[in-house]
RNA sequence: GCCGAAGUGGCGGAAUUGGCAGACGCGCACGACUCAAAAUCGUGUUCCCAAAAGGAGUGUGGGUUCGAGUCCCACCUUCGGCACCA
């Protein structure tokens, strides 16, 4: 009997594989679509960790069964290959960034290829080359002609670490996503995406998701931060009726205000205090302010700070002349960095009153007991209005739309809905990126480059010295002529965010070899959206909400049918290793590759689909590991040892009974389930479990008994193993003499009559303890059932001398006598 | 504080609509094969009781139901996200 040899066969396949190319993307439009796409990765100089094997397996498998099932499918690859780590290696080793990207991305690849994944490489994109990111370019040429993108001046978020700025998205806790430093505020000139726009579109099409993850879309939910209030504008007297303008959930507290707060960068703040007593105080105060790191600012525990302006504004429906202060509880870019203060109702508000002694004034009052008043603390709940003029007696649910409309109708504010999402900043002061294409001339301003000179291309004569953006370095790509006026000019050298490169490759998969345009409409059309996408949670609310961003503006501009690019995600549990996540600093890394050489790549992939659901954390165990290798080599034995079988002429037809028939049962019985598993719910693990039950019966099978079904069954289990573990069946299936791929093979269907069951065994309990089992006709009726198991020796002594109320007959499962 | 997810044997996990809790695997024990071991094949394995009979049992406490891991109420713990958000 041949032995099995994963190494040798693995090799033998996977070059046959690329030989026919047999994964090459099916276009057949008769068949229906399925686009089965992992998150492509970062090309790290590690190569693959246990992360990427475990996303790409699970892909493999949904892809493979979509194939085997008749639909047409697209499963492909790619690198995200624009980042930092290529130029730190730049600046710390002198060594060319884009080499060291395309050296990386090889070994990716090749490794990829090792774990016999079904991707059709011929589509292979990488987002560094030009031929890709010339089409980042044109894309931010359409944001640009559509008044998405624009440059503003603000305070940003910057890292020191990675001398660049972060988006709001890419700071965590005050802290950048990347390198985990503390992020500082800078004032700078930037490029913006209007993502704002989409706010409301972004967290309205959640709710036409419902293959995404309930956590995933809380993420967003949470990150866009929608909430329904008011505007109220206050006029300031003594600045000529210069108005602030607050927002507020609360509008039905607006009688209770006795403060009002700004930001210490709120820009009316220096004409506020101007000549004012505590003039000096607050601005040394608003510096103090600036020099806090986001952490300090804005931890919650924090001490509220704050400073009377000197300055008042004007109540608009009392006219009573309310103090304003300047705080460092309120944020310049949330709302309108401007509060009110009512302490009688907002805990927070209520603080800050008590510490510096300012008026509480109560405007809601409870049903029933009215408040004890000095307050110990602030009424947040429900009630009616008090001291609130024309809508005293009111419900304060009611007086939150009267007073936000009364507002309106008086021009002072309004009902508004406001958000925490921010427009997104995509510049970096970086290299390794996509240049903006945008032009600078003294004469015509802000120029953008034509379409027609696109790409701009990273120049080769730059810096890496680790002080200031390279590309400021190269004067022949910094020098240029105005494309409007032709006079000279200088460019942008702030190249893009990564998040951009990877907000449409998903898009361009569909067509990735165009060189006109991004991609053809109908080309795109014919995929997305994508079936299932599979990526890990850490881009909840990063690359996934700036592709959902892309997908609807490419939408609104005609160039795609969907608004939704993902109609299924799949977010994968991460790999751990002794209750840890795995990292070089823990010690704890299990090394693909060396699994795979080891045991092979099929036994790896086994394990990793087989210890966990999908969605859950795995935790890596090499018992586990061998457990794998032990069942593919059962597996392998079983037919190897039957090898003869398949010589012969398959003997069908014949009239199954005793032990074939029950063979064939549990031989479609797992077809079902493993249809179900894979095609319904992605439960791997339980699919794998139901193989193995299949395998356990067929070592089970007697010698003697009917040879045709344990052929067929053989067969059949193959073909269901293909999807996980695609090199060992395909050498299993040329053992059987089959002379096309395995993989080419048409998912088996379950006979719903195989199914059926002459007998079956049910439980007989009394008051709900089982008390005794009991094999009955499948086709015996209720009362029958009922009437067997009350005739049962055991069941007889049990209910002597009691009562017998009632005899719940469940048919095919169990018979339940209430008995006292 | 708000939002989301999860708590089941020694371990990973299963139980699709309320119907025999613990499938499948790991580990462990025993047996077969072997001079012996490994590999393999088989048997057993939730806990308590020496065994049987019996009892307990899905984070805790209540409830609905003939019947609850599953439904309802109240809580506890863990993990994740957000948070001076006005």
């Known amino acids: 009997m041949k032995e099995y040899t994963p190494k040798e066969i693995e090799s033998k396949w996977q070059a046959h594989w690329a030989g026919t190319r047999l994964y090459a993307t099916d276009e057949d439009s008769s068949k229906p679509k399925y686009y089965a796409l992992e998150q492509f990765p970062y090309p790290s100089g590690d190569g693959l960790h246990m992360g990427h094997m475990r996303v790409y397996s699970i892909g493999d498998v949904i892809a493979r069964f979509r194939r085997m099932n008749g639909y047409r499918v697209l ?7 624009f980042g930092l780590p290529a130029e730190n290696a730049a600046i710390n080793r002198g060594v060319n960034p884009g080499e060291w990207t395309l050296k990386n991305m090889d070994r990716f690849v090749k490794e990829q290829s090792m774990m016999g994944v079904s991707y059709d490489w ?10 890709y990111y010339r089409f980042n370019q044109w894309l931010f040429l359409l944001f640009y002609e559509r008044g998405l993108a624009y440059r503003k ?12 700025v972060l988006a709001n998205e890419q700071v965590e806790n005050g802290r950048c996503w990347r390198c985990d430093s503390e992020v500082t505020k800078k004032e700078l000139e930037q490029w913006f995406l209007r993502i704002t726009d989409y706010a409301e579109r972004l967290l309205e099409g959640l709710d036409r998701l419902p293959k995404w993850p309930e956590k995933v879309k809380a993420m967003q939910r949470n990150w866009i931060g929608k909430s329904e209030g008011a505007h109220v504008s206050f006029s300031i007297p003594e600045l000529e009726d210069e108005r602030v303008t607050v927002f507020t959930t609360r509008p039905d507290t607006l009688y209770g205000v006795t403060y009002m707060v700004v930001a210490p960068e709120h820009p009316l703040v220096p004409r506020l205090i101007k000549g004012k007593e505590n003039e000096s105080v607050i601005l040394e105060f608003i510096e103090q302010m600036k020099k806090q790191t986001e952490i300090e600012r804005t931890s919650t525990d924090a001490e509220k700070v704050g400073y009377p302006t000197g300055a008042y504004a004007k109540h608009p429906l009392t006219g009573e002349m309310i103090p304003i202060w300047v705080a460092n509880y309120v944020l310049m870019d949330y709302g309108t960095g401007a509060v009110m203060g009512v302490p009688a109702h907002d805990e927070r508000d209520f603080q800050f009153a008590k510490k510096y002694d300012l008026p509480i004034k109560v405007v809601i009052q409870p049903e029933g007991e009215p408040l004890e008043e000095p307050l110990t603390e602030a009424y947040t709940e429900d009630g009616k209005l008090v001291n609130s003029g024309p809508f005293n007696g009111m419900n304060n649910r009611e007086a939150l739309s009267a007073i936000a409309e009364h507002l309106a109708e008086t021009n002072q504010g309004g009902p508004t809905v406001n958000y925490r999402l921010r427009d997104w900043l995509i510049s970096r002061q970086r290299y390794w990126g996509t240049p903006i294409p945008m032009i600078y001339c003294d004469a015509c301003g802000t120029v953008p480059v034509p379409k027609e000179d696109l790409p701009v291309l990273l120049p080769e004569d730059v810096v ?65 959206p994508v079936d299932e996408y599979i990526g890990g949670i850490e881009h909840a609310v990063l690359h996934l909400l700036y592709s959902r961003f892309f997908t609807k503006v490419l939408y609104d501009a005609g160039m795609i049918a969907v608004d939704e690019p993902f109609a299924s995600l799949l977010t994968q549990g991460m790999v751990l290793k002794d209750g840890f996540k795995m990292s070089k600093s823990k010690g704890n890394v299990v090394s693909p590759l060396e699994i795979v050489e ?20 795995l935790d890596w165990s090499d018992a586990g590991v061998e457990g794998s290798y032990r069942f593919l080599n059962r597996v392998w034995r079983l037919i190897a040892q039957n090898e003869s079988l398949f010589g012969q002429k398959a003997d069908t037809g014949r009239e199954l009974t005793g032990d074939a028939r029950e063979l064939r049962r549990i031989l479609h019985q797992t077809i079902k389930k493993v249809t179900h598993e894979i095609g319904e719910r992605n439960h791997f693990n339980t699919a794998i479990s139901a193989i193995m039950e299949l395998v356990n019966a067929l070592y089970a099978y007697p010698e003697n008994a009917d040879r ?9 289990l193959v073909i269901l193993l293909a999807p996980f573990v695609p ?30 069951q002459n007998e079956v065994e049910i439980a007989v309990q009394i008051n709900g303890k089982v008390r005794e089992k009991l094999v009955v006709p499948t086709s015996a009726s209720r009362d029958e059932v009922e009437k067997q198991a009350l005739q049962q020796d055991r069941i007889r002594m049990l209910i002597e001398g009691k009562t017998v109320r009632k005899v719940i007959v469940v048919p095919g499962k169990l018979v339940n006598i209430v008995a006292n």
């Open 75 to 81: 499963h492909p690859m790619g690198a995200d290959a």
């Open 122 to 131: 011929d589509r292979y994109v990488a987002t560094c080359l030009p031929e």
């Open 153 to 164: 001046k603000a305070f940003v978020n910057w890292c020191p670490d990675c001398s660049t």
């Open 464 to 528: 890496f010295d680790g002080k200031r953006n390279p590309l400021t370095t190269s004067e022949t790509f910094v020098q240029t002529t105005c494309p409007s006026c032709g006079r000279e000019a200088r460019r942008e050298t702030d190249t893009m965010d990564t998040f951009f490169d990877s907000s449409w490759y998903f898009m361009r998969y569909t067509d990735s070899k165009n060189t006109e345009v991004p991609f053809d409409p109908e080309k795109v059309n014919n995929w997305l």
């Open 598 to 617: 080891k045991y092979g790549a099929d036994t790896a992939r086994f394990f990793i689909l087989f210890a966990a659901p999908p969605d859950r954390d």
């Open 708 to 716: 045709s079904i344990f052929r067929e069954a053989l067969e059949k």
């Open 727 to 756: 090199h060992i069946t395909e050498e299993l299936w040329q053992m059987m003499g089959k002379q096309e791929s395995v993989h080419k093979e048409a998912w088996p269907a379950f006979d719903p009559e195989a199914l059926v």
